[in-house]
């Protein structure tokens, strides 16, 4: 399974922001296992960046954006 990522630092704010997440396979947005290991790996990649915060405004579909941003801004805060 493969994904592309756009993403941007905002300094500032410490926010890591996602302008744009797209799947090669829509199908794993609705699988659990993959959203909980995409969630591990944004907060991963956000603590990497010195990030406190992520603006997953940009994710589609919706219902994998709520469960991101319930469970990587959960993990981040860790």
Known sequence: ??????SALERKTKTLIVNGLWLEDEAMA????????????LAHFARFHEAEQLDLSAVQ????RD???ATATNLLAD
């Open 30 to 41: 609705a699988d659990a296992d993959f959203a909980l290991a995409l969630a591990q790996g």
């Open 67 to 69: 469960y991101l941003k």
């Open 1 to 6: 399974m493969r994904l592309n990522l756009a």
């Open 61 to 64: 579909p919706a219902l994998l």
